[in-house]
Nanobody
Framework: QVQLVESGGGSVQAGGSLRLSCAAFGYTFSYYCMGWFRQAPGKEREGVAA???????SYADSVKGRFTISQDNAKNTLDLQMNSLKPEDTAMYYC?????????????????????WGQGTQVTVSS
């Protein structure tokens, strides 16, 4: 059974760091594009960072230079290292996977969309 389970969220002050992790049960990364999305209250969901099945990464402009997406194939986890956090980074963060166009990423999202989602982990950044 495939499942995505996020962890690592929490509350930090502006300028701090957090590392999110997504355990991808039943997924083989070579067949999927994996990504992190976020949604703040009253706002639309937005792609933050994505990594295609060949390792190509892309980031939203708002997080470039601050966030890094990575995969650990041995542990089958997808991670998001978030540095220099800002209050506007406050949101629920979701891990997603899609088998559609798994090589294609753009602007922090998998071009094939988000086929499967985790339950999310909350990130709160205070000023």
């Amino acid at each position: 059974q495939v499942q995505l389970v996020e962890s690592g969220g929490g509350s930090v002050q502006a300028g701090g760091s957090l590392r999110l992790s997504c355990a991808a049960f039943g997924y083989t990364f070579s067949y999927y594009c994996m990504g992190w999305f976020r949604q703040a209250p009253g706002k639309e969901r937005e792609g933050v960072a994505a990594i295609g099945n060949a390792g190509r990464t892309s980031y939203a402009d708002s997080v470039k230079g601050r966030f890094t997406i990575s995969q650990d194939n041995a542990k089958n986890t997808l991670d998001l290292q978030m540095n220099s956090l800002k209050p506007e980074d406050t949101a629920m963060y979701y891990c997603a996977a899609t088998g559609r166009r798994p090589w294609a990423t753009y602007g922090g999202s998998c071009e094939g969309g988000g086929g499967s989602w985790g339950q999310g982990t909350q990130v709160t950044v205070s000023s």
